[in-house]
Structure formats: structure tokens, C-alpha cells
């Protein structure tokens, strides 16, 4: 076997192997012939919460977190932020290639003509009680939109997937709008396709007895870039669940229902609502070196901070903060920013956080904007789930027409008891 391999000497037998690398790594398959004795199952690696294991090949998202790099299919965050909409990254998530104006002009109708969702669906959220967090609200209808369509279950159809995926990209802006319309004892607002995207999601959210909404465009492009900073980012905890329920071959509304009950932990999507209540509880800049004690001491996280793939700046963490501005300008300044801001200068100063490689993420300053338009914190998840459809959809795709597919099932090493009689 020529360089591409690594050579393993099993010290229990003397015996040695030769183990192919692809793309620089191992199969984890080929631990298996390494065996004690001929009863041996043989070895596996063992990996809690997969840090070091590659759980598919994929073109779709590349994370350099040594260097802060993310690039949706090859283009750096920064110039799709800068000059793209959400709606050409996500067709570009989806099918790999920005959409030429044509591709975009159709693939915006689709989505416009599937923003609606059935009127039994708004009584299903009017079941809920006023207090309802709007992520659970959120999670629950996105599982309820695979009663509407019950071909969706046919995933090996390419064109059932892709029109899937066009109804939950279109629709997840109507049911986050009407979680919030819920939650603040408001009417309904129906989509209006004369907006785009960004400004019809305000249009659902904000419209009150005005005949026709006008959103500011300043919010409206703030919005869109937050949208695009969230739209993807490789095998994260949610996205690997959407590719794990997938796998099984549920539809994708009842896989999509998993990746957005996954984003709601506080660890991974919900911290941007962490961030808001940290900051909340600090109050004022003179209380943040004790809190920082706090967090030194292991009594509790620094909201925000922190990551499993970025060991330098989260790039996204540094764009919603230069977004920041552009909010303030129409809506205010959120004076929450100045804490924000110290908190961090204080952090990226400290050893503690120094040592151990810990940066604001992409949860640090995205709720501070988000408050500053108007949401309360239990809507912020809700935000970075809208976006984040598109990268769910595109692992799901791409996973459904990978030949590697098999149902998710990992192995386990067992230290329970032996057999015993009862
Ligand atoms: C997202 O994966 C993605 O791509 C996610 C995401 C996406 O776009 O999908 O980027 C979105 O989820 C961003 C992360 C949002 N979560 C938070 O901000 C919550 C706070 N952060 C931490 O809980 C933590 O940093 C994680 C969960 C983000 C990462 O956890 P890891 O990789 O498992 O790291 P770890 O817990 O093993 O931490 C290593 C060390 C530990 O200290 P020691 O035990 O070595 O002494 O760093 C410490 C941790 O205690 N640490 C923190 C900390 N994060 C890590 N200490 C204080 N505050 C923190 N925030």
C-alpha cells in the first residue's frame, strides 16, 4: 500500500496493519480487523459527542476554526454577507451554485407562491397558551406541516425533496411570524408576495392597521444578512440530527421538527437568548469582572463565547457586531452593546478565556440587535431557525443522494454487568 496509509502495530498480538487513508483519514470500519483473538469484535474508536469524527463527506459548508474561515460552497461568508441575499445563499446551499437572474427569479416565485400554510394550521397554534415559548411553538408546527403533505415521506423522489424544501424555506417565515403574533395577543397577518423574503417575514410580524406594510430597508437588509451569517454551518449539533432522523428516511418536515428541537438547547441555538439574560443579570459594566470571576471559577458559561470548531474570531460573531451599527441608526442604540462590548474586552484579555481559545460566536451580539428591532429574547432562537432551513435542507439532500448512506446507528462500549440470572 503506498504513503496514503498508516501502518498499526497491534501490541497485544505483535500483528501489524496497513489502514488506506482517503482525504487523510482512516475508515473507522478498518479498526475492526485489529482483534485480540479470533472472539474479539474487534476495535472501534471511541468518540463521545464525535469530536474527532468525520460523520459524512460534504461539499457543502468548509469551517477553518483555526483561522476563522467559513465559506458556503466555496464563497467566503463575508462577500455573500456583503453581497448576496439570503435567498441566493440559500438557492446556493441547495443546488451549489449562485442562482443566475433567471434561477432567481424562479426559485423566488416558488418560494412565494408556498409562504402560505393551511388555515387548520392556524388553529393548531392558536392552541397554544399565551405564554407558550415560541421555539416549542415553532418545533411542534414544523412537525404539523407533515400532516398537510403526505407524499413528503416519498424521499427518494427528487422532485417530492425539492419541493419540500421549497414549502419549509417559504413557510418557516409564516410560522415564526405567527408564533410571535401569538405570543403578543395579535391577529394573524397573511404573507404578502409583493415583498421579498426579509420584508415580508416583518410584514407577518409587524403589520397592524396600515393597509400596506411598509418595512424599513434598513432592517430589512440587517435581517437579511443575520439570515445569511445563520444559514449554514456544517455538521453542528442540529444539522448532524436533521442527517441522523433522515437517515431512518422520516420526512423532512418530521426531520426538520428534530434539527429545530436541537437548536433550541442553550447550548447551541438558544444561546443567543442566554446572552440577553447574562447581560440582563450583569446590569452594568462595573458588574462584569465578578461575573467573569463566576465564570472562572466554573460556576457558570460565558453565554456566547466559546466553540467547538472556531479556536480564533467566529467571522459571523464579527459581522452581526459590524451590522449592529446599521440597526442602532434606525432603531436606537441598545445600550446593552457597551456591556457587550466590555464584556469581551475584558474575556479576549484574560487568560482564562486566552488558554483555553475562547471567542464571541455567532450568539454574542446577534440578540442585542434583535432586541433593538423589537423582539423579546424567546424569539431569538426562533431567528436563527428561519435561516438555518436551508442549511438543514442542503445536508439532507446531499445525504439522501449519498451512496454512503445507511440508517444512523453508532456502536457503544458496554461496562454493565455481565449476564445474571434473576
Ligand atoms: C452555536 O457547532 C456549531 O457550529 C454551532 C453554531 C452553528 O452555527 O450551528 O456555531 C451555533 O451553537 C454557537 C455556540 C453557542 N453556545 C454558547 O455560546 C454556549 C456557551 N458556549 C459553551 O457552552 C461551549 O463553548 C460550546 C458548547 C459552544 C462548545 O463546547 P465544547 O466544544 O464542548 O467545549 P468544552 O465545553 O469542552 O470547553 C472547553 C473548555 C472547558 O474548560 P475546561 O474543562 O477545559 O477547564 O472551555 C470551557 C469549558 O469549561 N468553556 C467555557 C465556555 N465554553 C467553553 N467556559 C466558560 N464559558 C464558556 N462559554
New binding site residues.
Given amino acids: 500500500m503506498g504513503n496514503d496509509s498508516l501502518t498499526i502495530t497491534d501490541n497485544r498480538t505483535g500483528k501489524t496493519y496497513e489502514l488506506p487513508l482517503k482525504h487523510g483519514n482512516i475508515r473507522a470500519m478498518d479498526l475492526r480487523q485489529i482483534k485480540s483473538d479470533e472472539k474479539d469484535f474487534g476495535v472501534m474508536s471511541y468518540d463521545p ?1 464525535f469530536l474527532n469524527t468525520a460523520a459524512c463527506e460534504s461539499r457543502i459548508t468548509y469551517i477553518d476554526g483555526d483561522v476563522g474561515i467559513l465559506r458556503y460552497r466555496g464563497y467566503p461568508i463575508e462577500q455573500l454577507a456583503e453581497k448576496s441575499t439570503y435567498l441566493e445563499s440559500a438557492y446556493l446551499l441547495l443546488y451549489g451554485e449562485l442562482p443566475n437572474p433567471q434561477q432567481l427569479s424562479t426559485f423566488t416565485a416558488r418560494i412565494a407562491k408556498h409562504t402560505f400554510i393551511h388555515e387548520n394550521m392556524k388553529k393548531f397554534m392558536e392552541g397554544f397558551r399565551y405564554d407558550a415559548h415560541p421555539m416549542s411553538m415553532l418545533v411542534s408546527s414544523i412537525a404539523a406541516l407533515s400532516t398537510f403533505y403526505p407524499d413528503a415521506g416519498n424521499v427518494a423522489d427528487p422532485e417530492v425533496r425539492e419541493l419540500m424544501a421549497i414549502r419549509l424555506i417559504a413557510k418557516m417565515p409564516t410560522l415564526a411570524a405567527y408564533a410571535y403574533r401569538h405570543t403578543n395577543g395579535l391577529p394573524f397577518v397573511y404573507p404578502d408576495n409583493e415583498l421579498d423574503y426579509t420584508a415580508n417575514f416583518m410584514n407577518m410580524l409587524w403589520k397592524m392597521a396600515e393597509p400596506k406594510y411598509q418595512a424599513n430597508p434598513v432592517l430589512a437588509r440587517a435581517l437579511d444578512i443575520l439570515f445569511i451569517l ?1 444559514a449554514d ?2 455538521q ?4 448532524s440530527t436533521m442527517r441522523v432522523i433522515g437517515s431512518a428516511q422520516a420526512d423532512p418536515f418530521l426531520s426538520m421538527a428534530g434539527a429545530a428541537a436541537s437548536l433550541s438547547g ?4 438558544g ?1 443567543n437568548e ?2 440577553l439574560r447574562m447581560i440582563d443579570e450583569i446590569g452594568t459594566t462595573d458588574h462584569i469582572p465578578s461575573f467573569i470571576e463566576s ?1 472562572k471559577k ?1 460556576e457558570r ?9 472556531y479556536k480564533n474570531y ?1 467571522p ?1 460573531a464579527y459581522m452581526v457586531k459590524q451590522t449592529a451599527d446599521s440597526v442602532f441608526g434606525v432603531t436606537g442604540r441598545n445600550s446593552k452593546v457597551d456591556i457587550a462590548r466590555e464584556i469581551e474586552k475584558i474575556a479576549l484579555n484574560d487568560e482564562y478565556f486566552v488558554k ?1 481559545k ?1 471567542y464571541p ?4 451580539y446577534s440578540g442585542i440587535i434583535y432586541e433593538a428591532m423589537g423582539f423579546r429574547p424567546e424569539m431569538f432562537t426562533v431567528l436563527f431557525a428561519i435561516p ?1 432551513t436551508a442549511g438543514w435542507l442542503s445536508h439532507w439532500e446531499e445525504q439522501c443522494k449519498d451512496r454512503d448512506t445507511k440508517i444512523s446507528r453508532p456502536r457503544q462500549v458496554y461496562l454493565g454487568p455481565d449476564q445474571r440470572d434473576i
Fill in positions: 459527542a445563520h454551518h456544517e453542528n449539533c442540529s444539522t442553550p447550548l447551541h441555538g444561546a442566554e446572552v465564570v466554573g458559561k460565558l453565554m456566547g463565547f466559546g466553540h467547538r470548531i467566529d459571523r483555553r475562547l460566536n455567532v450568539d454574542f438555518r
